[in-house]
Every structure is written in C-alpha cells, then in structure tokens.
C-alpha cells in the first residue's frame, strides 16, 4: 500500500484563530460575534441530536467494510485498551486521491452524540488523516482503495460505549463521506441467554423469542431497570433491535429477563446469495455474464421464499466479502459489475414498494435500494454495481397503508431460521454523564 499525506493531526487542546491570527475585538464586533456563534451553536447540537447511522453521502464511495481486524467480516466491536483493531476499507470510484480525514465521537445506547468534550473520550488527538490507499489493477472500473486501522497512536478512545466513526474530505466536517457504528466494550457484568420459541401460539412457528440473565457482580446498581439497558438485535441489523430494561424478576446481583411478550423476534429466512468471485464461469445463481467495456452479470429471477415449510440452505447471515478468484489481491483487482435482480411476483406495483437489502447496503430502504415492476411479466427488478464477491441480499415489502417494511412478504419467517442475535448491555447509573458498554454476548441458533 501507498502512503502519503503531510498534513499532521490535530490536537485536543490547540488554541483556535481566524485566518491563522489572533486579533482583540472590538466591542460591537463581540456582539455579533456573539450571536453568530449562538446561532451556530445551536445549529451544530441540533444536527449533533440527530441518531448517527451507518450511511454512505457520496455516490463514488462504494464497498464499504468495516470490522474488527481479526476476523473479515465481523461485527466492529473491541474492548478497551485491548490492542485489538477495527478495519474500515472503501473504494472510491472516481480514481485518483482524495485528501480523507476522520474523527471518532461518543454515543449515548439510542446514538445520540454523548455530548462530551473529546478530551473525555480521546486519548490523544481529536482526528486525523486516512493515508494508506492504493489504485486498482487489471480492472475495467478503476478505482482507488482505502483503508485506516484503528485505535492507533492518533486516534483511541479512552471509554467504553457507542462510537460513530466519521470520514470527511479536506479535514471539512461538512463534506461527510462514511460514517459508521461500532462499539468499544470494558466487560464487567456476566450474560447468559437462550432462543427459545415464542410464547404466542400463533407466532411459534415464525418467531425466536430470547430469555437471558445478567449478574451484574460488584458493579453498583440502584435501579436496575434505569442503570441497566440490553440491546439485543439480529444478525448485526440495527433495525430489528430491541430494548429490554425491566428484569422480570431480581435474585441478588442476578437479573432475569423472560417476560412473555418481550424480544420476540421474526426468525425471518435463510438470505439468498450469488457469488461472483469469478467473472468467467458461471456460477450459482448467476444466468449469463457479459464482458466487454464493463461487465454484467444476469442473475436468475428469484422466486417468492414465503412457504409454509422451512427450507435450509447455507447462507453468511446478510454479510458479504470481497473476493476474486482469478486474481491475488481482490482488495484492488476484483472488478465491478451491473448486477441485475429480478424477482417474480404477481403482487400489483401500485399497492407497495419493494426493496432489496442486505449488509452491503447498510438494509437501508432508499432510491438505490427500490425495485421496479413491470406488470408485463410479474415480477420486480433493478441493477446494482457491486464489486466481485460473495454477496447475501433479502427482499423487504413496504405496503402504501402502513409504511412499515414487512421481511416476510417475500421471504416467510420460520422459527427454525439459523440466526446470531448480538447482546449488548449498557451501564448508566443516576448522575452518570456517559452510558457505558459493560457487556457482549452472541447468542446462535446455528445447530
């Protein structure tokens, strides 16, 4: 990888001045400065109490990965002062450099900005600049490949919780590029759980249910349905979480949590998956590939997955990786393709929109993510560029009556559904002006 950049970071208690120069203000210009800076104060902290999510605010910037380095993928969690590492690797595919720069900042357990001074949480300095990258090779798309690793001696937090990672071009916060989740965890409570069939009777045969139980041990807990919070969510998907605050019952430093309608989840279905590690074969999945200046690839038209039986097939839980197996680095030779989806449905366009999501779209519901129909042969499509791989995607259903996004319509929920459930458990006490992160534990379903 190349290196550059002779910009040097920033530090947390560098004095700031206009234009590189200190001046006295006169009277009158201290109240309008006054004023300026109030209407941007409260700008600034209004944008700042907006939930941070895992989106991507340039169209160039594409293949997004993030994850802790010891595994690819994983879910972009560390412990504190650990040495471990998280990786954050992109392409951007207008070629040439850009100067990137990025900042981490603390979250409360709903990601709303902590409001803290990042002396509080940062160890060093306040940001810093993205310098190892490296242009494509042998491609039809090029591009330049990013990547920053951290904690390092520039940038590592100090506390435990939420963190939004951000990426900005030319050191200028207004000119987001990435932002992304990930979790820095100091362990101090135990956690154990299970995922057992739903208590409603008409639910049994779709839905997992979890019951766990948390010893909070020497930790000092006054109210434990304030100081304490569980997140548990599916298959590292922030939309499915749910929050679980009032234990059912209390037996010493041990709270349990099996109220009968609580966290009861849609096991959902198997993803659906297509593999274009090599563009000159085809493989599962895949129709025709065309190869001339660009590549598409025809995936066969996907059939509706609501059945009344479960069906197992093998799937990697909505991630994807990037991979090419007719080159040696699928970092920076692994090409792009036109991916074109199709899916067979006799549903009327007009009653609903549907989406197709997965990790590689950060499931968000958006323009990129919606299908087209055409009424003529049934069935909903789109085209998407995406770099070779193994990718999993699911179809979602979003009805015009309720606007609520509905993962069955199209592909059924079987309890029997192989599904990891991450479990996080915030730590808040009265006065507290943090929420920290105090426990982690992946619960599997996976025989």
């Excluded at 193994?390 to 559904?417: C, I, L, Q, R």
């Excluded at 808040?428 to 025989?447: C, H, I």
Aim: proline fraction near 4%.
């Amino acid at each position: 990888m190349s290196l550059r950049g002779t910009k040097q970071s920033r530090t947390l208690d560098n004095p700031v001045c206009i234009s590189g120069d200190c001046h006295a203000i006169a009277r009158n210009d201290k109240k309008v400065i006054f004023f300026v800076s109030l209407i941007l104060l409260i700008t600034v902290q209004a944008f700042a109490q907006s939930p941070y999510t895992n989106q991507v605010f340039k169209p160039e910037i594409k293949s997004v990965e993030f994850y802790n380095s010891k595994k690819d993928p994983s879910f972009p969690i560390i412990k504190l002062n650990s040495g471990e590492q998280l990786l954050l690797a992109f392409d951007n595919l207008q070629g040439g450099t850009r100067n990137y720069y990025y900042t981490i900042e603390h979250c409360d357990d709903a990601w709303n900005s902590s409001n803290l001074s990042p002396a509080e949480y940062l160890q060093s300095f306040t940001e810093d600049q993205i310098r190892e990258y490296t242009y494509s090779t042998a491609t039809l798309q090029k591009y330049t490949h990013y990547e920053l690793k951290f904690p390092n001696q520039n940038i590592a937090p100090k506390l435990s919780g939420n963190y939004i990672l951000k990426v900005y071009e030319d050191g200028d916060r207004s000119k987001m590029a990435i932002t992304q989740r990930f979790y820095v965890l100091d362990s101090k409570i135990s956690i154990t759980g299970e995922v057992v069939p739903s208590a409603d009777i008409a639910s049994k045969q779709t839905n997992q249910k979890i019951n766990f139980q948390i010893n909070y041990g020497a930790l000092r807990v006054q109210n434990p349905g304030y100081d304490i919070r569980t997140l548990i969510m599916q298959n590292e998907r922030p939309e499915t979480a749910q929050i679980s605050s009032q234990p059912a019952s209390i037996r010493g430093t041990q709270l349990v949590y099996n109220d009968l309608s609580t966290n009861d989840f849609q096991g959902r279905n198997e993803f659906r998956h297509f593999d274009t590690r090599s563009l000159k074969l085809n493989s599962e999945r895949i129709s025709h590939i065309y190869r001339d200046t660009a590549n598409t690839v025809i995936l066969l038209t996907d059939p509706t997955n609501d059945q009344p039986n479960y069906a197992f097939y093998y799937d990697n839980d909505g991630n994807f990786y990037i991979g090419n197996q007719d080159g040696s680095d699928p970092r920076i030779d692994a090409d792009y393709a036109h991916m074109y989806f199709s899916l067979a449905s006799t549903q009327p366009g007009g009653d609903g929109t549907a989406y197709i999501v997965g990790k590689f779209n950060n499931y968000r519901l958006d323009d990129n993510s919606k299908l087209d129909y055409d009424a003529v042969k049934n069935r909903y499509y789109t085209q998407l560029f995406l770099k070779q791989g193994v990718y999993d995607y699911a179809y979602v259903w979003v009805p015009n009556t309720t606007h609520k996004p509905d993962d069955a319509y199209f592909e059924g929920s079987h309890f029997e559904t192989e599904n990891n459930y991450q479990m996080l458990v915030y730590y808040r006490p009265a006065g507290a002006r943090w929420t920290e992160l105090v426990g982690y534990q992946v619960l599997s379903t996976k025989k």
